[in-house]
């Protein structure tokens, strides 16, 4: 836990601490932010969720003074994804499991492959930057999206790859939609800014449920449904929350709010040169302390590749093996502890029963919005 100057945030700052935005940009990313927490803070409509709103213990840090007795809190997860790993019968089908798609790396990082003539891995590339970041970079500096991607992708890509023909930004797009032709931003559709927003905000409610107080991580997910159970992340992001909340404190995430690369643990990892293993892992995207893009890649005068290196006596054939070595962060900012008057709720998050069809896509998209799992936004087809 690191303490903080109590202040007012002027604005929000872009994750990582990127550099890639114009002043326009900067100010569209705050606005993006700060928005974002305050529809996280009124929370859904009772009309379309019951006992999930408001949440009078989050905060804009932009709105709101975060007072002397503030601390930053740093919540760290694994970025295997817990979900394959439940689902899968041994180390082998989980890791081939979690490099088959992007869409099952949900624990806020994801990564690609690149393997050599003979099939050995020669580089991994892991990203944790939110997509959102990417759309406001594309609307307002189209060609620095470009030479981002031809510099950390492919020298090869091309305007068209990444723009529609209506020049909107494609963020599934052919450098960006697998685990062996490149990662430049998450893309699974759980792994956004917007999602942690909202997770971390619902989190900060109470639940006393027949007259007791929920403290771990599963019931407090279950009741409040703020995230995907069987996930690295969303259980314990809200158990720390919550906790946090119970101690009747105020809570906010930190500046700047992003998900961020926290480290790689070698442990049980051997080189053939007996070199350390830990060299050939670096940060190429992000601030000291806020990295958002990591590469793990020998270099070629070594003479021997990544997939040389054993991990407890196991060839490396699998970026999912370097992500079983990975934790993942987020960090809130906790203070006024022991002030907030906040009333806790006393039942668990409940849904409406829709009656037309116009209701289940209206409550469809609320969910979504608000960060209800196993839900994605709907719209009519004319």
């Known amino acids: 836990m690191m303490t903080i100057t109590a202040s007012r945030l002027a604005a929000y700052g872009p994750p990582g601490r990127l550099t890639d935005l114009d002043e326009i940009g900067r100010q569209a990313w705050h606005v993006l932010i700060s928005e974002s927490v305050d529809r996280a803070i009124k929370g859904p409509d009772p009309s379309q969720a019951l006992h999930d709103s408001p949440r009078p213990q989050f905060y804009n840090l932009t709105k709101t003074e975060t007072a002397p007795d503030a601390a930053e809190v740093a919540v760290r997860w694994t970025a295997f994804p817990r979900r394959v790993k439940l689902h899968s019968i041994g180390d082998r089908k989980r890791w081939e499991h979690a490099d088959s798609s992007r869409d099952v790396q949900d624990e806020y990082c994801e990564w690609s492959v690149t393997r050599n003539d003979a099939g050995k891995i020669t580089r991994v590339t892991f990203t944790c930057e939110g997509p959102e970041y990417w759309e406001v970079l594309a609307q307002t500096r189209p060609d620095v999206v470009v030479d981002l991607y031809r510099r950390h992708v492919s020298p090869d890509v091309q305007r068209s790859d990444l723009f529609g023909p209506d020049g909107r930004y494609r963020p599934r797009n052919e450098w960006n939609n697998s685990t062996?032709?490149?990662?430049?931003?998450?893309?699974?559709?759980?792994?956004?800014?917007?999602?942690?927003?909202?997770?971390?905000?619902?989190?900060?409610?109470?639940?006393?449920?027949?007259?007791?107080?929920?403290?771990?991580?599963?019931?407090?997910?279950?009741?409040?449904?703020?995230?995907?159970?069987?996930?690295?992340?969303?259980?314990?992001?809200?158990?720390?929350?919550?906790?946090?909340?119970?101690?009747?404190?105020?809570?906010?995430?930190?500046?700047?709010?992003?998900?961020?690369?926290?480290?790689?643990?070698?442990?049980?990892?051997?080189?053939?040169?007996?070199?350390?293993?830990?060299?050939?892992?670096?940060?190429?995207?992000?601030?000291?302390?806020?990295?958002?893009?990591?590469?793990?890649?020998?270099?070629?005068?070594?003479?021997?590749?990544?997939g040389d290196i054993t991990i407890n006596g196991r060839p490396i054939e699998f970026g999912a093996q370097i992500a079983d070595f990975i934790t993942v962060r987020l960090t809130a900012v906790v203070c006024r502890v022991g002030r907030s008057t906040a009333a806790p709720q006393t039942a668990c998050v409940q849904m409406p029963q829709a009656t037309s069809p116009e209701e289940i896509l209206r409550h469809a998209s609320m969910m979504a919005e608000h960060g209800y799992p196993g839900v994605q936004r709907v719209t009519r087809r004319s």
């Open 180 to 306: 062996t032709h490149g990662a430049m931003h998450l893309i699974q559709q759980s792994n956004t800014l917007d999602a942690e927003i909202e997770l971390a905000a619902a989190a900060t409610i109470r639940r006393v449920i027949d007259g007791r107080e929920l403290t771990t991580a599963e019931e407090l997910i279950n009741c409040s449904k703020y995230g995907a159970a069987e996930r690295n992340s969303d259980p314990h992001i809200g158990q720390v929350v919550n906790s946090a909340a119970r101690q009747r404190a105020d809570i906010s995430l930190a500046d700047p709010v992003g998900l961020y690369i926290d480290g790689l643990s070698t442990d049980g990892w051997s080189a053939p040169d007996g070199s350390d293993p830990m060299g050939y892992w670096r940060y190429v995207r992000g601030d000291a302390g806020y990295p958002v893009r990591a590469v793990y890649e020998v270099p070629v005068n070594r003479n021997f590749t990544v």
